[in-house]
């Protein structure tokens, strides 16, 4: 009986225990305005270079990475493997991209799913800004967000705001 009370307890305690880490965070869903996504999709050349210096998204997953004033720190151009420790050490060292779109400009170019507009003034104060560009059956796009969703568990006292912009839904979808 002794046993059972005291792992009854146990049980209880770990159930209504706070996480022992994890980044408190925000998340909004946007949809790039459809003229933009037709207006990009006739843009040739270095995409990747387009992409990380004028916001011209033709491919996904794009992910960008802001800082709390809004300067740019880092950009992911697809995905690959252990792109996680970089972002990381991105966000603790305090690195700024130099050549790297704005996030005002990313916004202006897409709507809420209501089809109003999102500005900079609408994002709430955080440490980090995430800007992931994904579409519909994207398997590496489900693979950045995933990661960047461990990423974020095992950071301590961090306030995020994670921004999906998905390219190719449109307002009722």
Same mark, same amino acid.
């Given at each position: 009986?002794?046993? &059972? =009370?005291?792992?009854t307890i146990l049980v209880t305690s770990l159930a209504t225990a706070a996480p022992v880490s994890a980044a408190e #965070?925000?998340?909004f869903e946007l949809h790039q305005r459809e003229e933009v996504r037709l207006?990009?999709? @006739? &843009?040739?050349?270095?995409?990747?270079?387009? +992409?990380?210096? %004028? *916001?011209?998204?033709?491919?996904?997953?794009?992910l960008f990475v802001y800082f709390t004033d809004l300067s740019a720190a880092w950009h992911l151009h697809g995905t690959r493997r252990g &792109? %996680? @420790? !970089? =972002?990381g050490l991105v966000y603790e060292h305090?690195?700024? !991209? @130099?050549s790297m779109v704005?996030?005002? @400009? #990313?916004? !202006?170019?897409?709507?809420?799913? *209501?089809? !109003?507009? &999102?500005t900079p003034e609408s994002l709430p104060e955080a440490d980090?800004? =995430?800007?992931?560009?994904? *579409?519909?059956?994207?398997?590496?796009?489900?693979?950045v +967000? *995933?990661?960047v969703d461990e990423w974020l568990a095992g950071q301590d006292e961090l306030e995020a705001v994670w921004i999906e912009i998905w390219i190719d839904r449109h307002e009722g979808d």
């Open positions: 009986m002794r046993t &059972f =009370l005291s792992l #965070l925000t998340r207006r990009h999709e @006739r &843009f040739v050349g270095n995409l990747r270079a387009q +992409a990380q210096r %004028e *916001g011209i998204i033709v491919r996904v997953p794009q &792109f %996680e @420790r !970089e =972002l305090g690195r700024r !991209e @130099r704005g996030i005002d @400009r #990313l916004l !202006e170019r897409t709507i809420t799913p *209501g089809g !109003e507009s &999102f980090l800004y =995430l800007v992931l560009y994904r *579409g519909d059956d994207c398997e590496d796009c489900e693979r +967000a *995933g990661t």
